[in-house]
């Protein structure tokens, strides 16, 4: 039996996004997990003009980079924190914009377990329990 390669060309046919896909039969939740930076771009500019938004901009920040960004939560709320404390400490919205913002991502795929690359720290398995039964009744609903 040949040893499967996957890269650009059929990485999204074995790794689905789990915001956009559903499981199938023998799925498990591959994570992923690396380090990345925000730097001058769309997304950082949206983020800091909407720190400007009374009442929802700190909230659309966080939303925005963790949507966007893939950032969890809890790594979004520092990020923006420390933006906000830049500004607060008088750091102009172009030096804001020119500074990078090193943050954790993690994105979430549906995939085979043999699929996930082993002895990785940037990846992680999670079982999905009844995976099988849950699909079986939500086919006969």
Same mark, same amino acid.
């Given at each position: ?21 559903? &499981?199938? !039969?023998?799925?498990?939740?591959? @994570? ?5 930076? %925000?730097? *001058? #771009?769309?997304? /950082? ?26 950032? &969890?939560? !809890?790594?979004?709320?520092?990020? @923006? ?5 830049? %500004?607060? *400490? #008088?750091?102009? /919205? ?48």
């Amino acid at each position: 039996m040949s040893e499967l390669i996957i890269d650009e060309s059929n990485f999204s046919q074995c790794f689905r996004d789990v915001e956009k896909n559903s &499981p199938q !039969k023998g799925d498990v939740i591959a @994570i992923y997990r690396t380090m990345a930076e %925000l730097g *001058n #771009g769309d997304l /950082k500019e949206q983020i800091v003009e909407s720190l400007f938004l009374e009442k929802v901009g700190p909230n659309k920040a966080i939303k925005l980079l963790t949507k966007l960004g893939k950032a &969890p939560r !809890k790594e979004a709320i520092r990020v @923006i924190k420390n933006i906000l404390l830049d %500004l607060h *400490n #008088g750091m102009s /919205k172009p030096m804001v914009l020119a500074k990078t913002y090193e943050f954790l991502i993690e994105i979430h795929y549906y995939t085979k377990d043999e699929y996930v690359p082993k002895n990785d720290f940037h990846w992680e398995v999670i079982k999905i329990k009844n995976i099988d039964d849950f699909l079986c009744k939500s086919m006969s609903i």
